[in-house]
Each structure stands twice: as structure tokens, then as C-alpha cells.
Nanobody, 125 residues
Framework: QVQLVESGGGSVQAGGSLRLSCAAS????????MGWFRQAPGKEREFVSA????????YYATSVKGRFTISRDNAKNTVYLQMSNLESEDTAIYYC??????????????????WGQGTQVTVSS
């Protein structure tokens, strides 16, 4: 029933920008939160950012704070990740994620319940 569909991945030069989108369906977002994880080759999937759907409060990994911005469009049930000043170390598969209603925000994979298929972001140096 719950489906997350990512889009917007691609290749970009270092210092460039990309915007990822994730459209959610089958989930009550008003009491939930959504976010993004990423996984680079040979590394574990790591937290990138999250947003509380009700309040709009945002959370960022230290590695991306100041460069990435997460936002939401309530009418479209869509979350965005605006990525600026991209670095080669940002290269990864980016996964959209969502928590079941009434979960508390967090940075651990176990705190999220639904996942998209991922979209590749490649940053060339």
C-alpha cells in the first residue's frame, strides 16, 4: 500500500547541484516524517536528512549540513532534497524513506519503515 518513488538522480560535476524528489502514497504523513539515506560502494547506508511532516522541523547529517536542504510539498505528498556544492564523496545511491505515524525522528535505519528503490547520484571531480 505504501509506495515511495524517487526521481532526480544523475551525474553532475563537483560544485554543482541536483534536486531529488520523492512522492509518497498510501501513508498518512501529517503525523509522520520522511527523509533520505545514502549508500556508497563499500559503505553502510547512512542517514542524510529528515523532515517532520507536521512541524516542518528538519534534521541533517553533519557531512551535508549547510549544503543540502530538505523540504516538503503538502499538496503533492512529496519531499525534496536540494543538494548544492556537491562533492565526490556525495556519490551514492540515495534512498527515500518514511516512518510509520507517531514515530520519533532519528538517524537509525531501524527507525524507518518504508523505503524507495533508490536513485543514483554521481559527482565527478
Amino acid at each position: 500500500q505504501v509506495q515511495l518513488v524517487e526521481s532526480g538522480g544523475g551525474s553532475v560535476q563537483a560544485g554543482g547541484s541536483l534536486r531529488l524528489s520523492c512522492a509518497a502514497s498510501g501513508l498518512t504523513l501529517s503525523r509522520s516524517y520522511m527523509g533520505w539515506f545514502r549508500q556508497a560502494p563499500g559503505k553502510e547506508r547512512e542517514f542524510v536528512s529528515a523532515i517532520n511532516w507536521r512541524t516542518g522541523d528538519t534534521y541533517y547529517a553533519t557531512s551535508v549540513k549547510g549544503r543540502f536542504t530538505i523540504s516538503r510539498d503538502n499538496a503533492k505528498n512529496t519531499v525534496y532534497l536540494q543538494m548544492s556544492n556537491l562533492e565526490s564523496e556525495d556519490t551514492a545511491i540515495y534512498y527515500c524513506t518514511a516512518a510509520r505515524p507517531n514515530r520519533a525522528p532519528g538517524t537509525q535505519r531501524a527507525m524507518y519503515d518504508y523505503w524507495g528503490q533508490g536513485t543514483q547520484v554521481t559527482v565527478s571531480s
